[in-house]
């Protein structure tokens, strides 16, 4: 595999742990309740609701994690055991668990299902947070793309703005990791907002909630108001709300675009070791599964 690949993907993975570690601290905050205690929040100082440790990360990485580590051991794409391991997950009594993915974890264990029903309250971010390792694997193949990212969302989330959000944050974070710039990162948005208007976020109003419009409305609004990948997360966690969840989102597209060089140096002396070890040790082997590794 290229190694600017290679770095871009891995920029992609670390920048979804980051965004998730950086935001935990403001989770449910409001901005003006974060510029009270911090002015700026901009350093992997834990705290939180959740009272995590500095670095420490939440569902958000772990659940992409246990996606991962689900395609790794089965040599390639297997829905049945990443279902598997999102319970050995929630077995393991994570410090947080969405209720949306508590139901959907809960369904499998009790009946096997591996599709939750259509369900009009399933349009929360749960299942686009877990996208950069969808995308990763997959790289090469839209159709492929499509295919595993309506399955992994479908396990906890079934609503047509969760597909469509999941699908178009997959789709930025391969262009990015190809290379792609901006501008095409832009035209990807474009089509999302053309076929549901509600994602538009040209006039962005500060709403950061777990909806997933909400959240890659504020995604993508500091993704393209910013110049750096540390200046994107910043803005984006310091809009409170499901910080940690944004910053997991917007994490996975700006490291994938600015590449591995930008990642704040102190943002990743502080980020959980084992985690970043895991994740440089995952990244090259869920490029080597993908098409374009087996190519
Ligand atoms: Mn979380
Ligand atoms: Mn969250």
Redesign the pocket.
């Known amino acids: 595999m290229d190694d600017e690949i290679t770095a871009r993907a891995t920029a992609a993975f670390l920048g979804l742990a980051l965004g998730d570690a950086l935001g935990a601290t403001t ?1 449910f905050m409001t901005p003006a309740e974060i510029k009270t205690q911090y002015k700026i929040h901009r350093k992997l100082i834990g705290g939180g609701w959740l009272g995590i440790k500095p670095g420490q990360v ?3 990485t772990e659940m992409s994690l246990a996606l991962a580590r689900a395609v790794i051991e089965t040599g390639g794409w297997n829905l049945r055991q990443i279902a598997d391991n999102f319970v050995a997950w929630m077995r393991g009594k994570p410090i ?1 668990i969405g209720s949306t993915v508590r139901k959907g974890i809960r369904l499998y264990m009790n009946k096997g299902t591996l599709q939750v029903p259509l369900n009009e309250w399933d349009a929360g971010n749960g299942a686009a947070m877990r996208m950069a390792p969808v995308a990763l694997v997959t790289l090469g193949d839209e159709q492929l793309l499509e295919h595993c990212t309506l399955e992994q969302a479908r396990l906890t989330h079934h609503h047509a703005l969760s597909d469509a959000g999941c699908l178009c944050v997959g789709r930025m974070v391969q262009a990015a990791v190809l290379g792609a710039d901006r501008f095409a990162l832009h035209a990807l948005t474009r089509e999302l907002t053309e076929e549901f208007p509600t994602f538009r976020f040209n006039k962005y109003k500060g709403f950061a909630s ?1 909806y997933i419009v909400d959240t890659l409305q504020t995604v993508f609004n500091y993704l393209f108001t910013t110049g750096s990948f540390e200046e994107c997360l910043i803005g984006v966690v310091n809009q409170g709300g ?1 910080a ?2 944004t910053g997991a989102i917007a994490g996975m597209i700006a490291g994938a675009l600015y590449g591995q060089e930008q990642l704040p140096c102190s943002w990743l002396k502080k980020l959980d070791k084992n985690v970043r070890q895991e994740i440089e040790e995952l990244v090259p082997q869920l490029l080597y599964l993908s098409p374009l590794g087996q190519r």
Do not use: I, W
Request: glycine content about 12%; cysteine-free; hydrophobic content about 0%.
């Open positions: 989770e939440t569902d958000d947080d777990g499901d940690d969840t």
